[in-house]
């Protein structure tokens, strides 16, 4: 036997040192987790303290009691990437951390998602590999319900797509956001990849109809071409109601992600049908409260500007001599009069930086509309 081959160590005392490191790790876990309590037990002492305080300077401050801070966290999960010494890869770790913070979080206060819906949507898988399997997830039926959904209060957070790789942004999220008082709290990516799936036992019944959420149908619309050219294409509300029916109804397929294929049990017919190989999907958070800064952040807004020559330029020309990234523009029709547009402007910063607030209150000065729509950690996951 050559000497690579000779165990070093025995089976038994590897499975030895593994119990015994199992056991540290579960009694660190719940040390950290006594230290979440504690902390849910500060944040509301030093609330009813504000609260108190407010009653006696009869204040009209809006302090809301915030157990779940979005800055901490993308700041916890960037600390253990950035200290990550392997073998397990940095994503890894990130996504061991993200759960322990939910499981943490979860003993403060169960807090409630509100997603586009049904279960097993891409929005779905959003919401938990941002919050962490400890949330509860609730299913909206459309875009504007997650909005209402957090807006009312029925949920502390809602997901909501913003764009994709390939077929480009969201226009309901983004007009959604016009004439909503919610901030944009967090961001994060999502790889998606897309299959053919029909009810199990339909494997030989032909597909008379494919049925996805318009983005998906467009995500997959070369390979459909070629693989089912003149089969009927539905666009269904999202693509957990695709898998739905394809569950129920004879003949129908739907185009949609593995959360889908589980939930509703479905057959696999072909794997990864998206037309993009890197085909990802990125996801806003929305809740009520603005968010702290955390140290590698970004803001958006929503701008719009008057009718005339360089009023664009006007408009970004603070970022350029401030020497601010901008991450993304967006227009969109105002909605007020025909042919006047909004911008959606997005870059790296925190609105409390003092070079964002000059470049804030320059814009501010050249539009006839202007809304910060939030700042918020970039995406630590
Ligand atoms: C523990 C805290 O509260 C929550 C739980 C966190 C955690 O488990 O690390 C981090 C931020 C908050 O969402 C805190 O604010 O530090």
Known sequence: MSESNTPLVSLDDLRQSIDSIDTQIHDLLNRRASCAKQVAEVKLREFAAAQQFESNTDSSSSQQLLFYRPEREAQVLSRVKAANKGPLADDTVAFIFREIMSACLALEKPMEVAYLGPLGTFSQAAALKHFGHAVVSVPQSSIDEVFAKVAN?????????????TEGMVSNTLDA????????????ELRI???????????????????AHQQALAQSRQWLDAHFPGVERAAVSSNGEAARMAAEEEGVAAVAGDMAEQQYDLLQLAANIEDQPDNTTRFLI????????????????????????GALFKLLEPFQKA?????????????????????????????????????????EQHSIMFKVLGSYPKAAI
């Open 177 to 188: 956001f016009i004439n909503s008082p919610l901030k944009i709290c967090g961001e994060l």
């Open 286 to 309: 929305i809740g009520r409260e603005d968010v702290a800064a955390s140290g590698s952040d970004k803001t958006s807004l929503v701008v719009s500007a008057r009718n005339r020559p």
């Open 193 to 211: 990849r897309l299959n053919l799936l029909v009810a199990k036992g339909g494997k030989d019944t032909p597909i008379t109809r494919i049925c």
């Open 323 to 363: 020497d601010v990234m901008l991450t993304r523009i967006d227009t969109r029709p105002s909605r007020t009069e025909p042919w006047t547009y909004v911008f959606f402007i997005e870059f790296e910063g925190h609105r409390d930086d003092s070079k964002i607030i000059d470049i804030l209150n320059d814009i």
């Open 153 to 165: 209060g029925q949920c502390h957070y809602g997901v909501v797509p913003v764009e994709n790789s």
